[in-house]
């Protein structure tokens, strides 16, 4: 069972904004940095955000993430019927001496 | 272009054990940790453990010590996983990841199918 909670789905229509929470505690998420990915079925999945909010190279700005305490938040804005995917947030738990990834949370574009 | 090659799909019973490579193309085994990831069908991402290159270490995760070996063959700049003691709930898609650029898994195998059955 992993350590960091995030909601099961979220859904939205073209053009929206939708937000995904990550959850986690000071060992994880409150000291150390979290990535995201997406990830489409049966693939690797891809990075998108990485060291405070930076995009890797090809990642458009639609993608953008947030943090507040124990908690960050991937949002997408302008949303598209490619961003239909699993996302995960990871990052290092220093009690636990390992990284841990988040539950993940499955996108629907309506 | 470094690109990281795994093995093909393996099948073994309970009890067994698998070994699955990845191979490091276009750069060499020692240039950057490699980490492990699982996912179950229909589940999530599951970190394992990694080689660090720079000690030699090897740092597992919790659920899989006692289990778990990850190798490297600088010859062949080739990494292994072995785990030992298949259970069903071992069946998944096993990837090698490494940290390449940006401080995080950001080049992936194409992913190994590990089934577990009687």
Redesign the interface.
């Known amino acids: 069972q992993s350590v960091l909670t995030q909601p099961p789905s979220t859904s939205g229509t073209p053009g929206q904004r939708v937000s995904i929470s990550c959850s986690g505690s000071r060992s994880n998420v409150g000291t150390n940095t979290v990535y995201w990915y997406q990830q489409l079925p049966g693939t690797a999945p891809k990075l998108l955000i990485y060291g405070n909010g930076r995009r890797p190279s090809g990642v458009p700005d639609r993608f953008s993430a947030s943090k507040s305490g124990t908690s960050v938040s991937l949002a997408i804005s302008g949303l598209r019927s490619e961003d239909e995917a699993d996302y995960y947030c990871v990052t290092w738990d220093d009690s636990l001496n390992g990284y841990v990834f988040g539950t993940g949370t499955t996108v629907t574009v309506l | 272009q470094v690109q990281l090659i795994q093995s093909g799909a393996e099948v073994r019973k309970p009890g067994a054990s698998v070994k699955v490579s990845c191979k490091v193309s276009g750069s060499s085994v020692t240039e950057a940790s490699l980490?492990w990831?699982r996912q179950a069908p229909g589940k999530?991402?599951?970190?394992m453990?990694f080689f660090d290159p720079e000690d030699g270490q090897t740092?597992?995760?919790?659920e899989f010590q006692g289990r778990l070996t990850v190798t490297e063959d600088t010859s062949t700049d080739t990494a292994y996983m072995e785990l030992t003691t298949l259970r069903s709930e071992d069946t998944a898609l096993y990837?090698c990841?490494m940290i390449i650029?940006?401080?995080?898994?950001?080049l992936?195998?194409?992913?190994t199918l590990v089934t577990v059955s009687s």
């Open positions: 980490h990831v999530g991402l599951e970190w453990g740092v597992y995760a919790h990837f990841a650029q940006y401080e995080i898994f950001d992936w195998g194409q992913g």
